[in-house]
């Protein structure tokens, strides 16, 4: 991907297939379905260039389940999907979280519910990711906002899960998974790419989910004779059931504690023009680049605007945000979907900042004039 062929003009979707395979996928599972199926296409037609595997299931059940058996296996793999097949997905999610199997799965959001709006742009699965399977479970949530950022952000959503052993999801709009912009292909290819923690052959007393000091746990290499038990029970140190009290608290702290000790390295978020801004912007995806556009004209109209923009939604990066509010009077929030991303900002700002949200369900983006209408008015307000 040198030299001459490194700049390309591509679609959102096929960036995602590239940047997978530049990461060292080797193994893509999945099922078709609107907006996400260039990326499954361009899989087929890549993975065997690199001596890798495409395999179409019959449905997103059994996609997620093959992704997490060849993680298991010593495979990097990957699956896409949008909203109806996200749903589908996220049993088998949930039980990569709770035995830390690797997997990086792809949501290209859709309007819903239900079939909803299969060519049109949402931004309403952002709380599903976090918080769609059952019970308390770590994940790592990753939303770009061009091309080029989901080529990039695909790229570290494998660095991220093989280091932290945890499966991390890749989301962003209908609108940027089929716009068109020119990548940078190049930008991430001397990187040195993270590879998960193996059991050292000669380790004896071999515990597959030992409490370690960075909280993450030996994975044992298929073939190197380690003997392992997988469950998706609450399970000790051994990886056999348990429910005594003392045994489930202590891995599941260090099961839930291994994201939020390593925020420092998980968190990524963009401070556009945030330095004296009175009033802030907080957005993802499509609408975060209509109020970059936004901010940009404010500014040009003598108004104190900035953007906040979340790269890693979750864990979202509370702390980078509330170091953006010295002066802020006013925060607008402007997402596709009834109001979700809303609620965190919300939950972390202060009672004297007014939170305004600007919401969008009918398929359509959120225009830049429309943020800096609303941007205008909450100007009036604070003067």
């Known amino acids: 991907m040198s030299g001459s062929?490194?700049?390309q003009s591509l679609q959102g979707n096929h960036a995602c297939a590239l940047g997978a395979i530049q990461a060292g996928c080797r193994f893509y599972a999945g099922y078709p379905i609107t907006p996400s199926s260039e990326i499954a296409e361009r899989m087929a037609?890549?993975?065997?260039?690199v001596e890798g595997y495409f395999i179409q299931m019959e449905d997103e059940l059994a996609s997620m389940g093959a992704i997490l058996g060849?993680?298991?296996?010593?495979t990097k793999a990957m699956t896409a999907t949008s909203g109806p097949g996200f749903s589908l997905k996220q049993e088998n999610l949930g039980y990569a979280s709770a035995v830390e199997i690797p997997?990086?799965?792809?949501?290209?959001?859709?309007?819903?519910?239900?079939?909803g709006m299969p060519t049109r742009p949402a931004q309403a699965d952002l709380m599903q990711a976090r918080w769609g399977s059952h019970g308390d479970h770590p994940v790592i949530v990753l939303a770009p906002d061009s091309v080029q950022e989901i080529h990039q952000q695909t790229?570290?959503?494998?660095?991220l899960a093989e280091q932290f052993r945890v499966p991390v999801v890749v989301i962003f709009d209908e609108a940027l998974g089929h716009l068109q912009e020119t990548v940078?292909?190049?930008s991430a290819e001397k990187e040195q790419r993270v590879m998960r923690k193996w059991a050292d052959k000669s380790e004896k007393d071999f515990q597959p989910y030992a409490i370690t000091e960075d909280g993450i746990p030996a994975m044992a290499r298929p073939g190197d004779g380690f003997r392992v038990h997988t469950t998706g029970l609450t399970h000790?140190?051994?990886g056999f059931p348990s429910q005594k009290p003392e045994v489930v608290e202590r891995n599941m702290?260090?099961?839930?504690?291994?994201?939020?000790?390593?925020?420092?390295t998980i968190e990524a978020w963009e401070a556009f023009e945030c330095e004296d801004a009175e009033l802030l912007v907080v957005g993802v995806g499509i609408s975060a680049r209509s109020a970059r556009s936004a901010v940009r004209r404010a500014r040009r109209m003598g108004i104190r605007a900035g953007l906040f923009r979340p790269i890693t939604l979750w864990p979202f990066p509370e702390e980078a945000l509330r170091n953006q509010l010295d002066g802020v009077r006013s925060i607008i929030v402007p997402e596709l979907n009834a109001g979700q991303l809303v609620t965190e900002i919300e939950r972390i700002c202060p009672e004297s900042i007014e939170v305004k949200p600007l919401n969008r369900v009918d398929g359509e983006a959120i225009p830049p004039a429309d943020i800096l209408t609303l941007l205008k008015e909450q100007g009036e307000k604070v003067r």
């Open 253 to 264: 702290d260090r099961l839930l504690g291994k994201l939020e000790r390593n925020r420092s």
């Open 45 to 49: 037609l890549e993975l065997p260039k």
């Open 155 to 159: 790229i570290r959503a494998f660095d």
């Open 184 to 186: 940078d292909l190049s």
């Open 236 to 238: 000790a140190e051994s």
């Open 70 to 74: 060849a993680s298991m296996g010593g």
């Open 5 to 7: 062929f490194s700049l």
């Open 103 to 115: 997997c990086v799965v792809v949501n290209v959001m859709r309007g819903g519910p239900s079939t």
